[in-house]
């Protein structure tokens, strides 16, 4: 018997936003830093998360 433990990065501490929740707030259409905040009903505290997810919106971006 196998156990897979996925171990999902918090983005942002202050929120507890993860990474899926970031890519999901994107493929949503979310487009702003701050925005992903929004789309899950908080709003940026200390910005420590700010430039990790404008790398995730930029990466995104390319992709299409």
Same mark, same amino acid.
């Given at each position: 018997l196998i156990f897979l433990i996925v171990f999902e990065m918090y983005v942002c501490a202050c929120n507890g936003i993860r990474q899926n929740?970031?890519?999901?707030?994107?493929?949503?259409?979310?487009?702003?830093?701050? &925005?992903?905040?929004?789309?899950?009903? @908080?709003?940026? @505290? @200390?910005? &420590?998360?700010?430039?990790e997810i404008e790398l995730s919106i930029a990466q995104r971006q390319l992709l299409t």
């Amino acid at each position: 018997l196998i156990f897979l433990i996925v171990f999902e990065m918090y983005v942002c501490a202050c929120n507890g936003i993860r990474q899926n929740q970031v890519k999901e707030a994107i493929e949503a259409g979310v487009s702003r830093w701050d &925005k992903v905040h929004e789309f899950y009903g @908080c709003s940026p @505290c @200390c910005g &420590k998360c700010k430039e990790e997810i404008e790398l995730s919106i930029a990466q995104r971006q390319l992709l299409t």
